[in-house]
């Protein structure tokens, strides 16, 4: 039940283990001797695992919070900043969630804008829109 | 691309190759598109995105099925500037003078629009900020008794080989490194900190030679960045 593969041999069994042909098929494009020495190979592959595990979580979290960075300052531009904003949308019960919201603010700045109005009118309480951020949109 | 996926197996022949054959992929699950279905790239919403010819060779679009055909979707995906969204000949050029501003409120100001988090295509990862030019940098200002007391320190990496200097001091010597000194604790570190950085232009007196730029002034919102009195 063995088999080639990528120039490594394979074997098949019951339970797969984490063989040395199985490990370098992982550690592809790594520096050094970590690619091609199995003793260090093995002890980087497990690294990435787990480094792989754990940015599997971390990477739902990342992309939250860039989200959230570029909807502050698309709505800065308008003179609202991202707590005000989303506490008013909140209050209209508008359900745009933060990566839609996100691709809004880039791509379609008219509808942005519209909705960072019907957040004022819902929570007013930001400053008012300064001369330099309707010139940037306009 | 007008042409709707009405056929339940292949592609329409007008995208691949007739000396090619199909491959066994297009002889999976087949879809049972109802007669009347359009290509959902029909649809305004969907209009934004680039059409499948302008971005794929001929020869593989094949390779297409479906949703893919209206081009890369850009409504359920986060994103990610490419290169032409950065191309630095193409930036923002910023001027400001830096008479009698304070000289963290400004630098402050200068280190956003560098990075770019002024403006919504903002990526941590890619350099999507503008270029900004300080002029009169040596009149700028700080508050307090900042100006004979604030030290700045640097070392050779000798043993004993710290050096300090006052602010004032500093002045008369290079005075262009209060403002970039200022500015770079502000930027990120890394590689990508040290060429935001090289964004920042600063110099000594009025001038500045890089009029072919056409800088515009930089917006500040910042009220207490003037210095009073």
């Known amino acids: ?138 | 691309m007008a042409t709707a996926v009405a056929s339940p197996t292949f592609l329409s022949s007008a995208f691949a190759p007739r000396h090619h054959r199909r491959l066994t992929r297009l002889a999976g699950p087949r879809r049972a598109a109802p007669v009347g279905l359009a290509v959902r790239c029909e649809k305004s919403d969907k209009q934004k995105r680039q059409p499948l010819s302008a971005l794929v060779p001929r020869e593989q679009r094949f390779m297409f099925e479906g949703d893919e055909l209206c081009g890369p979707d850009i409504w359920n995906t986060t994103w990610y500037p490419k290169a032409a969204d950065h191309v630095t000949t193409e930036k923002t050029w910023y001027v400001v003078d830096a008479t009698d501003k304070i000289l963290g409120r400004l630098a402050s100001t200068i280190a956003v629009h560098i990075r770019g988090k002024n403006e919504p295509t903002y990526t941590p990862s890619v350099d999507m900020g503008a270029f900004v030019i300080v002029v009169n940098a040596e009149k700028v200002a700080v508050s307090g008794k900042k100006r004979s007391q604030k030290l700045y320190r640097r070392h050779s990496g000798r043993p004993g080989g710290m050096k300090e200097e006052t602010f004032d001091q500093l002045q008369k010597r290079i005075p262009e490194r209060i403002v970039e000194h200022a500015v770079r604790g502000m930027l990120p570190k890394g590689r990508l900190g040290r060429r935001l950085f090289t964004h920042l232009k600063v110099y000594k007196g009025a001038e500045h030679p890089h009029e072919a730029q056409k800088p515009v002034p930089l917006p500040i919102r910042d009220k207490r960045i003037q210095k009073t009195g």
């Open chain 1, 1 to 138: 039940m063995d088999y080639m593969e990528g120039g490594k041999l394979f074997r098949r069994s019951s339970n797969w283990k984490m063989n040395k042909g199985k490990i370098f098929k992982l550690a592809k494009g790594f520096r050094g001797r970590a690619k091609n020495c199995i003793r260090i190979a093995r002890e980087r592959v497990e690294k990435a695992l787990q480094y792989s595990y754990r940015d599997r979580h971390n990477k739902k979290r990342d992309m939250r919070s860039l989200w959230i960075e570029r909807i502050n300052s698309g709505t800065r531009l308008h003179g609202v900043n991202y707590g005000k904003f989303m506490h008013g949308l909140m209050k209209e019960n508008i359900q745009l969630n933060r990566k839609v919201l996100s691709e809004l603010s880039m791509h379609e700045p008219y509808s942005f804008k519209a909705l960072v109005d019907v957040s004022r009118t819902s929570f007013p309480g930001n400053r008012p829109v300064k001369k330099e951020g309707l010139a940037a949109i306009l």
